[in-house]
C-alpha cells in the first residue's frame, strides 16, 4: 500500500480504535504516516519503542500496600507507567513492536485487544497503531506469535515515488538538488525494493542490505540535511557515500554536476526570453525542480515564459511542483493560462 493509502487506512482505523499494523522494510517512513494522521485529526502521539521495554516496564513497577477494603490485609500493585495516557485523544504509537522480545510482545496482548493492562485502562479518546521492519529486509525482528498477529489490521507499506515527491515538497523541507536527483533517477528512492525479478536486480538488493549505508526515503532525507550545510568539496562525496550508500552517492554527484553549472537562476528569470535552454536530461531535472522552488507570484510570468521552451514534461514538473509548494499559486493569472494552454495534460 502506497503511503497516501496508508495515510487513510491508519486514519480509518484510530477513528473506529481498530489496532493497525504496519509492514514495510527499514527507513521508508512508516513513522511518518502515523505522524501525519496524528498531525491531520489534531490528536496527541505517543511513540513507545517495544524493542527497548522489558515485560515490567510495559506492565509497570509492583508495589506492596495496604488495600483499600482492609488496611490490615497488604496487597500487589501494578504502578501504571508514566508513558501511558491518562486522558484526552491521540494515537498510542508501538513502534518496532515485532522486535521487541516476546515476553515483551506478550505483555502487549491485553493492552491490543481489550484496551486494558492489569488495573490500568486506555482512555476512549485514544487507539494503538504498531510498525515493525520485515524479516525479508535484515532487520532484527521477533517472530510475532498468531496471537498478537489476530489483534491487529495488517498493512504491507511500500515506497511510492509520487507520494515522496509530494512529501519533499510540503512537509519534508528536501534540498532541490535531492528532489530533482531523485525525480531522474526514481528507482534509487528506495534500494530495498525492486519490481525485477532477475538475478542481477536482486543481487543489488542483497548487496544492499548487506552495507552500512544504503538508500532509503529516510537516507535521503538525512543527505538533504548535509547538503544544505555546504559540506567542503573534499569531503562531500564520503558524507554521501556514507549516509545513501556509494552507487547513489556516485550518480548523484554526476547529477550535481549538471546542477551546480545551471544558469543563474536569478539572471535566467530575468532574462527568460534569452537564456539558453540545456538538453540533457539530468539538466533539464535540475533546472525544472530549481525554477519551481523559486516561483512567486511576482515572478510566475517570468518562469513560465522560459519553461515555455522547455519541453512539456518538464514544464508540468515545473508547474506541478511551484503549485504543491504553495497552493495559491493555482490561484495566479499565469497559472490559469498556462493550465488553459495545456490542459490536456493536466487531465
Known amino acids: 500500500m502506497r503511503p497516501s493509502a496508508a495515510v487513510k487506512a491508519v486514519t480509518l482505523c484510530v477513528q473506529n480504535k481498530q489496532p493497525i499494523f504496519l509492514h514495510g522494510s527499514p527507513g521508508v517512513g512508516k513513522s511518518d504516516v502515523v505522524r501525519q494522521v496524528a498531525k491531520q485529526l489534531g490528536i496527541d502521539l505517543i511513540d513507545l519503542r517495544l524493542s527497548q521495554l522489558d515485560p515490567v516496564d510495559l506492565r509497570g513497577v509492583p508495589s506492596v500496600g495496604p488495600s483499600e477494603a482492609n488496611k490490615n490485609v497488604f496487597v500487589t500493585k501494578w504502578n501504571t507507567p508514566v508513558f501511558l495516557p491518562t486522558e484526552g485523544k491521540g494515537i498510542l504509537f508501538m513502534d518496532e513492536l515485532n522486535s521487541a522480545a516476546q515476553a515483551t510482545q506478550a505483555a502487549s496482548y491485553q493492552l491490543v485487544l481489550d484496551r486494558k493492562l492489569g488495573d490500568y485502562v486506555l482512555p476512549e479518546g485514544w487507539s494503538i497503531v504498531a510498525a515493525g521492519n520485515r524479516a525479508t529486509d535484515r532487520a532484527i525482528v521477533t517472530t510475532m506469535s498468531t496471537a498478537l498477529k489476530n489483534r491487529f489490521t495488517h498493512i504491507n507499506y511500500d515506497v511510492n515515488n509520487d507520494d515522496w515527491c509530494q512529501w519533499a515538497l510540503t512537509d519534508g523541507d528536501i534540498h532541490p538538488a535531492v528532489l530533482g536527483f531523485i525525480r531522474f533517477r526514481p528507482q534509487l528512492?528506495?534500494?530495498?525494493?525492486?519490481?525485477?525479478?532477475?538475478?542481477?536486480?536482486?543481487?543489488?538488493?542483497?548487496?544492499?542490505?548487506?552495507?552500512?549505508?544504503?538508500?532509503?526515503?529516510?537516507?535521503?532525507?538525512?543527505?538533504?540535511?548535509?547538503?544544505?550545510?555546504?559540506?567542503?568539496?573534499d569531503i562531500e562525496f564520503d558524507l554521501y557515500a556514507g549516509t545513501v550508500g556509494e552507487g547513489p552517492a556516485g550518480e548523484l554527484m554526476g547529477y550535481l554536476k549538471?546542477?551546480?553549472?545551471?544558469?543563474?537562476?536569478?539572471?535566467?528569470?530575468?532574462?527568460?526570453?534569452?537564456?539558453?535552454?540545456?538538453?540533457?536530461?539530468?539538466?533539464?531535472?535540475?533546472?525544472?525542480?530549481?525554477l519551481a522552488s523559486k516561483v512567486r507570484d511576482s515572478n510566475f510570468g517570468?518562469?513560465?515564459?522560459?519553461?515555455?521552451?522547455?519541453?512539456?514534461?518538464?514544464?508540468?514538473?515545473?508547474?506541478?511542483?511551484?503549485?504543491?509548494?504553495?497552493?495559491?499559486?493555482?490561484?495566479?493569472?499565469?497559472y490559469i493560462e498556462w493550465a488553459v494552454k495545456n490542459s490536456e495534460v493536466l487531465i
Not at 549538471?258 to 530575468?270: E, M, Q
Not at 535552454?277 to 525542480?289: H, I, R
Open 189 to 233: 528512492l528506495n534500494e530495498f525494493d525492486t519490481e525485477s525479478a532477475s538475478k542481477a536486480a536482486k543481487d543489488k538488493v542483497a548487496r544492499a542490505k548487506d552495507s552500512n549505508a544504503f538508500a532509503t526515503p529516510r537516507s535521503w532525507s538525512f543527505l538533504s540535511n548535509l547538503m544544505k550545510a555546504n559540506p567542503s568539496k
Open 258 to 290: 549538471h546542477y551546480r553549472n545551471l544558469p543563474d537562476l536569478d539572471a535566467l528569470i530575468l532574462n527568460p526570453k534569452t537564456t539558453p535552454v540545456p538538453t540533457e536530461m539530468a539538466t533539464l531535472y535540475a533546472l525544472s525542480t530549481g
Open 302 to 334: 517570468a518562469i513560465m515564459t522560459y519553461m515555455e521552451r522547455v519541453k512539456k514534461e518538464f514544464q508540468v514538473l515545473c508547474v506541478r511542483d511551484a503549485v504543491t509548494r504553495d497552493r495559491k499559486l493555482a490561484k495566479s493569472k499565469h
